[in-house]
């Protein structure tokens, strides 16, 4: 079973704080991985996508990639309150589909 | 404006009845697929499709069923025969199917059995 594993929380940062999000994954095929952002009853909004091992950033965020451990990050500065939502870690190896987490749960609070 | 839209927002089924969810995208994405999400968990693919008149079962395709009659439409089919179906249905596509695209969600539809 391919798994990809994440700390359901929730994680609660102050306002201003920086939210760091980890994943682990087991398929040592997996190419590819994405952090999507998902608000409480709405569908989930992608974020970031890594490819490569290393540092990906975005404004805000940063993607963090290490394929010799298995592990994704996902660290967000500067938080908000809204930014407080699920947020799931998503990888796919050379196939069709994405293998999900079950999300990790951030709160940031004012 | 480019996107996916699905419908209904909200759909209720009584036991034994088969409903069918609509999905359409006009991003001219070759790649759909339909993933159903449980309370607290993560989604899980139910069928995918890379092309026109061709779809592939994923983990969970028991007691459903698809068409890809054309690129813009995915519909699923919730048959009686899916013992447990309440739950959010998402559609989404891509440019293309394999590790390097990255995928986008409508805005799904909440099925609830009766």
């Known amino acids: 079973q391919k798994e990809v594993e994440q700390n359901s929380g929730p994680l609660s940062v102050p306002e201003g704080a920086i939210a760091s999000l980890n994943c682990t994954y087991s398929?040592?095929?997996?190419?590819?991985f994405f952090w999507y952002r998902q608000y409480s009853g709405k569908s989930p909004e992608l974020i970031m996508f890594?490819?490569?091992?290393g540092d990906k950033e975005d404004g805000r965020f940063t993607a963090q990639l290490n394929k010799a451990s298995q592990y994704v990050s996902l660290l967000i500065r500067d938080s908000q309150p809204s930014d407080s939502a699920t947020y799931l870690c998503?990888?796919?190896?050379?196939?069709?589909?994405?293998?999900f987490g079950k999300g990790t749960s951030l709160l940031v609070t004012p | 404006d480019g996107g996916i839209t699905q419908s209904p927002k909200y759909l209720f089924r009584k036991e034994g009845q088969n409903v069918t969810l609509s999905c359409e995208q006009n991003?001219?994405?070759?790649?759909m697929y339909w993933y159903r999400q449980d309370p607290g968990q993560g989604l899980r693919l139910i069928y995918y499709?890379?092309?026109?008149?061709?779809?592939q079962k994923g983990d969970i395709a028991e007691g459903y069923s698809v068409s890809r009659e054309k690129k813009e439409s995915f519909p699923l089919t919730v048959t009686s025969a899916q013992k447990n179906p309440t739950a959010f249905y998402l559609c989404?596509?891509?440019?293309?199917?394999?590790?390097?695209?990255?995928?986008?969600f409508g805005p799904g539809t909440r099925l609830t059995v009766l």
């Open positions: 398929d040592r095929g997996s190419q590819s």
């Open positions: 998503a990888a796919v190896n050379s196939g069709y589909a994405l293998n």
């Open positions: 991003l001219n994405h070759d790649a």
């Open positions: 890594i490819y490569s091992n």
């Open positions: 989404a596509s891509s440019t293309r199917s394999g590790g390097y695209n990255e995928q986008f």
């Open positions: 499709s890379q092309i026109v008149n061709d779809f």
